[in-house]
Nanobody, 124 residues
Framework: QLQLVESGGGSVHPGESLTLSCAAS????????IGWFRQAPGKGREAVSS?????????HYADSVKGRFTISRDNAKNTCYLQMNNLRPEDEAVYYC????????????????WGQGTQVTVSS
C-alpha cells in the first residue's frame, strides 16, 4: 500500500506559479503511475495530469492546463511534482495526487490510492 502526501499549495495571484509535490511511502514508488486531480468548490473532481511509472514517464494533460502545467517525478526521492505556471482563477481547487498500477491515463478509475489534498487559491 502506498501512502501519498501532497504539499506546496498556497495562495497566489493570477499569472504566478506554484509547484506541488506528492511524496510517497510504504511501497515501491516506481511500480506506480501517478495522477493529479483537482476539485473546485461545488464541482466534481477532474483530471489534471498523469505520468507513468518510469522517471521519464509518458505524460498526459487535461486541455485546460496544457502548456502551463508540467508533471515530473523523481523515483529516487519517491516524489512526483506538478509545476503550475501562469495560474488562473479557474485553477483554484484542492489538488490531489493518486497512484495506480498498470494505467497512466486521466481517468480516475485507474487510480486506487489517494492523498488528502492541498489547497491552491488563485485570486487578485
Amino acid at each position: 500500500q502506498l501512502q501519498l502526501v501532497e504539499s506546496g499549495g498556497g495562495s497566489v495571484h493570477p499569472g504566478e506559479s506554484l509547484t506541488l509535490s506528492c511524496a510517497a511511502s510504504g511501497a515501491a514508488f516506481d511500480y506506480y503511475s501517478i495522477g493529479w486531480f483537482r476539485q473546485a468548490p461545488g464541482k466534481g473532481r477532474e483530471a489534471v495530469s498523469s505520468i507513468s511509472s518510469s522517471s521519464a514517464g509518458t505524460t498526459h494533460y487535461a486541455d485546460s492546463v496544457k502548456g502551463r502545467f508540467t508533471i515530473s517525478r523523481d523515483n529516487a526521492k519517491n516524489t512526483c511534482y506538478l509545476q503550475m505556471n501562469n495560474l488562473r482563477p479557474e485553477d483554484e481547487a484542492v489538488y490531489y495526487c493518486a497512484a495506480g498500477r498498470g494505467y497512466w491515463g486521466l481517468a480516475q478509475y485507474g487510480y486506487d490510492q489517494w492523498g488528502q489534498g492541498t489547497q491552491v487559491t488563485v485570486s487578485s
